[in-house]
T-cell receptor, first 113, second 114 residues
Framework: SQKIEQNSEALNIQEGKTATLTCNYT??????LQWYRQDPGRGPVFLLL???NEKEKRKERLKVTFDTTLKQSLFHITASQPADSATYLC????????????WGLGTSLAVNP | KAGVTQTPRYLIKTRGQQVTLSCSPI?????VSWYQQTPGQGLQFLFE???????NKGNFPGRFSGRQFSNSRSEMNVSTLELGDSALYLC?????????????FGEGSRLTVL
């Protein structure tokens, strides 16, 4: 079965630095990969979606890359701010999986002022 | 435009009881999905409804059920509650089935089973 791994350890970085989060998967490459942000006690909020045939996607300070050879997606936050502190989730959808998303457990990011 | 609304936000039940959770999707959205989130398992897909029909189902026991009404509002029910059912239950809406894209989540219903 498909598995997703995100850094289980919390990531602590200094304000202004670039945060890089990892999402690794096994077996087949997903058709779509999404990144969400979740704050404590709140529902996830969509950030970016990248398709299988796309290498990179950007939105303001956010960048997502998708490497089907390494079976990995990287999520970057440049010029990080304390307000970026949250848990970041990746979710994958495989073709033929009838639109069921499989989710990683998330990586907690703390940006220190 | 109002977001996804889930009620109740918090509830406490005892083992053996049953619970009903409600979700009102974004106006115009016809697809509603339900997820269970726990620290150890993360987000687990429960089911998806579109136009009052269940389109997808996750790997949960029959104690977990749901339905969708003609106005797209959805409810999920858990019967004979177990301690392991304690979780954050999240509802997400999409404009329609077959669309792959951004899921709009509600704030969730935090269920504690004692």
């Amino acid at each position: 079965s498909q598995k997703i791994e995100q850094n289980s350890e919390a990531l602590n970085i200094q304000e202004g630095k670039t945060a890089t989060l990892t999402c690794n998967y096994t077996n087949y490459s997903p058709a779509y990969l999404q990144w969400y942000r979740q704050d404590p006690g709140r529902g996830p909020v969509f950030l970016l979606l990248i398709r299988e045939n796309e290498k990179e996607k950007r939105k303001e300070r956010l960048k997502v890359t998708f490497d089907t050879t390494l079976k990995q997606s990287l999520f970057h936050i440049t010029a990080s701010q304390p307000a970026d502190s949250a848990t970041y989730l990746c979710a994958l959808e495989w073709a033929g999986n009838n639109r069921k998303l499989i989710w990683g457990l998330g990586t907690s990011l703390a940006v220190n002022p | 435009k109002a977001g996804v609304t889930q009620t109740p936000r918090y509830l406490i039940k005892t083992r053996g009881q049953q619970v009903t959770l409600s979700c009102s999707p974004i106006s115009g959205h016809r697809s509603v999905s339900w997820y269970q989130q726990t620290p150890g398992q993360g987000l687990q897909f429960l089911f998806e409804y579109f136009s009052e029909t269940q389109r997808n189902k996750g790997n949960f026991p029959g104690r977990f059920s749901g339905r969708q009404f003609s106005n797209s509002r959805s409810e999920m029910n858990v019967s004979t509650l177990e301690l392991g059912d304690s979780a954050l239950y999240l509802c997400a809406s999409l404009p329609g089935t077959g669309n792959t894209g951004e899921l709009f989540f509600g704030e969730g219903s935090r269920l504690t089973v004692l």
